[in-house]
């Protein structure tokens, strides 16, 4: 089945612990792209990728760091979570940047103490 | 200030009845708009698309229809079935650039009542 998956699912953690949130994608897509969706703001996007090793900021990049280091996997690591980082994360893909419709991941429900 | 608006949290209508889901947008750079659809604690699925060069397009029970001049979309649903209960959500992008980022609007929760 094709799919965006996304781990965990679920994550309490406290400031200042490095953590990563794993994507993958199993539709040989060449374009991967992070959002994080708060109430009253919508999805704004963190990061994308247009290829393996190919990254660039979106519209909400502080505090964020990705790696693009094979083509199915695309990892979100917050080096040193704070509050504010307390979201829905959304992972997303599709076949390459010609194409309009993007596939998204179930969802990353992160709460920072 | 938010380019995708859609202006209405939450719609409710009959089972069989047409629902009709409104998108404003203000950036005349946005060739592409998108229609999904969410559940809870589920990601967006998406369900149609429109490219700028098109007023309209169809698929089953869904169309969307695009008003280039008055920066306006909707989404028609007919007949709406109590399985369509779920939020949408308006998108639009720009093929200019590399980045194929996509803006939201905080979408309309829709419920369909048997």
């Known amino acids: 089945e094709a799919q965006v998956t996304q781990n965990p699912r679920y994550l309490i953690t406290v400031t200042g612990k490095k953590l990563t949130v794993t994507c993958s994608q199993n539709?040989?897509?060449?374009?991967m792209s992070w959002y994080r969706q708060d109430p009253g703001l919508g999805l704004r996007q963190i990061y994308y990728?247009?290829?393996?090793?190919?990254?660039d900021k979106g519209d909400v990049p502080e505090g964020y760091k990705v790696s693009r280091k094979e083509k199915r996997n695309f990892p979100l690591i917050l080096e040193s979570p704070s509050p504010n980082q307390t979201s829905l994360y959304f992972c997303?893909?599709?076949?390459?940047?010609?194409?309009?419709?993007?596939?998204f991941g179930p969802g990353t429900r992160l709460t920072v103490l | 200030d938010q380019q995708v608006k859609q202006n209405s949290p939450s719609l409710s209508v009959q089972e069989g009845r047409i629902s009709i889901l409104n998108c404003d947008y203000t950036?005349?750079?946005?060739?592409?708009f998108l229609w999904y659809k969410k559940y809870p604690a589920e990601g967006p699925t998406f369900l149609i698309s429109?490219?700028?060069i098109k007023d309209k397009n169809e698929d089953g029970r869904f169309t969307v229809f695009l008003n280039k001049s008055a920066k306006h979309l909707s989404l028609h649903i007919v007949p709406s079935q109590p399985g369509d209960s779920a939020v949408y959500f308006c998108?639009?992008?720009?093929?200019?650039?590399?980045?194929?980022?996509?803006?939201w609007g905080l979408g309309t929760s829709l419920a369909v009542n048997p």
């Open positions: 990728s247009m290829n393996v090793e190919v990254t």
């Open positions: 950036n005349s750079m946005f060739d592409y």
């Open positions: 539709m040989n897509h060449e374009y």
């Open positions: 998108a639009a992008g720009s093929r200019a650039g590399n980045n194929r980022k996509l803006i």
């Open positions: 429109i490219s700028s």
């Open positions: 997303a893909s599709s076949l390459s940047r010609d194409t309009d419709t993007q596939y």
